[in-house]
């Protein structure tokens, strides 16, 4: 049910008003923003349980490493298309456009090789950048957080999309640092809570059965937390491109 009272604008905001526009969104749709994440978050992590599983019973370092590997391969092509949907949603829906599941994952469909390819880009540039004392890949990953937005909203090729976030991004780099800070750690802490929670509900298990309990509640913990933190970025991401541009478009 969307709040037709106080509908959520775009325009430029402040972070404690972009962390209670994500709230209020997220509040009056939930059950579109937690299938989108779902349709990626419950395949990965059942491969993820797959995998560790694998790696506990693997006799050498080589196989191991080979079956983390199959992990995250998956988890980088797959994760992405829930963030990308999303902010489809978040910026169809700042539009006032008309806003489901089908419809925000339509753009990822079209343009999903240019999406995965940018991300390829980005993650391959910031972890080169990690392994060159670390600061060149914090500065790469807010420089290019916005790439995926900049695919499906905006129809960018590859390299156009990396070029629009550096755009968007250039000029705030520490602007957009802080709020992406506070955004995570605002998530970070709604986890940390329910996954004591659900540590709490489930000690009187042992075994298998306590590691499969609490496996399954991670997975529902992240399928609740991650849209807001998913919509809270789609929204720093409408911010930046109002400040730069001045108004705020879905490419046809």
Same mark, same amino acid.
């Given at each position: ?15 404690? #008003? ?7 969104? $997220?509040?009056? /749709? ?18 993820? !349980? ?10 050498? %370092? ?18 992405? *298309? ?17 806003? +489901?599941?089908?419809?925000?994952? #339509? ?5 999903? @090789? ?7 880009? &980005? ?8 392994? &060159?004392?670390? *600061?060149? +890949?914090?500065?790469?990953? *807010? ?10 909203? /905006? ?5 156009? &999309?990396?070029?629009?976030?550096? /755009?968007?991004?250039?000029?705030? @780099? @520490?602007?957009?640092?802080?709020? $992406?800070?506070? *955004?995570?750690? =605002? ?16 000690? !009187? ?7 499969? !309990?609490?496996?399954?509640?991670? %997975?529902?913990?992240?399928?609740? =937390? /991650?849209?807001?933190?998913?919509? &809270?970025? !789609?929204?720093? $991401?409408?911010?930046? =491109?109002?400040? %730069? ?8």
């Amino acid at each position: 049910m969307s709040d037709d009272t106080h509908p959520v604008q775009p325009g430029p905001t402040s972070i404690g #008003e972009l962390l209670s526009n994500a709230f209020r969104m $997220y509040r009056n /749709e939930p059950m579109m923003f937690i299938l989108l994440t779902a349709i990626t978050v419950i395949p990965v992590g059942i491969i993820s !349980a797959f995998a560790s599983n694998a790696v506990s019973d693997a006799e050498t %370092t080589g196989r191991a490493a080979a079956i983390l590997l199959t992990a995250v391969v998956p988890a980088v092509l797959l994760l992405p *298309i829930s963030g990308a949907a999303i902010s489809v949603a978040t910026v169809r829906r700042l539009l006032g456009d008309p806003v +489901g599941a089908g419809a925000s994952l #339509e753009p990822v469909g079209a343009h999903f @090789w240019n999406l995965i390819g940018a991300l390829v880009l &980005a993650t391959l540039g910031v972890t080169v950048g990690m392994f &060159a004392l670390i *600061i060149p +890949g914090i500065f790469l990953a *807010i420089f290019w957080l916005f790439a995926s937005q900049a695919v499906v909203v /905006e129809g960018k090729g590859v390299r156009d &999309a990396l070029r629009r976030s550096g /755009e968007i991004v250039r000029g705030s @780099w @520490w602007t957009v640092f802080l709020a $992406y800070l506070v *955004i995570s750690i =605002v998530a970070a802490v709604a986890r940390f809570v329910l996954e004591l929670i659900g540590g709490a509900i489930f000690l !009187a298990l042992d075994g298998t059965a306590r590691t499969t !309990a609490v496996g399954i509640w991670s %997975t529902l913990v992240l399928l609740v =937390v /991650e849209p807001f933190l998913l919509i &809270a970025v !789609a929204l720093l $991401y409408a911010d930046r =491109v109002v400040r %730069t541009d001045g108004r705020l478009e879905m490419a046809g």
